[in-house]
């Protein structure tokens, strides 16, 4: 079983494609709704021109609401959280932004999945001894 972050997410969605089964978190869709309702993302027009682009929220519900049709979430507790608080300052860059992707990781551990599926190999291989996956239709 995979576990999809937010940044695989974004991919598939951008891609048009839906992932096949996994796992993810509901913070995946929190951040999914702050992207694509606010900053957007860029896209490559058929002539070469860079375009940003955002949703409205109910288009960007409806989307995320198609495009994990197939993942089960699963969370941490709070205790949990606690913990990885406790354990991000036993490891090196675990801290700002990469906090969020600490606790990706750390759900898919406790959760069991067998790989995270992401865009950012780097530092979540500072995080978890999890074989990590770039996001690829058919997955």
Known sequence: ???WDTAALLRAWKENWVPAEGITRSH???EWMAIQTGRGLVYRTSHGQLLKRNLSP???AREIRRLVTNLTFRDLTGQQVLEACDQSGLLPDVQGGNFHDFLHA???EIHGAQSIVTLNLRDYARMTKLPLETPARGM
Request: positive net charge.
């Open 28 to 30: 995946s869709v929190a």
């Open 58 to 60: 109910p288009d960007a």
């Open 1 to 3: 079983m995979r576990y």
């Open 106 to 108: 750390k759900t898919a």
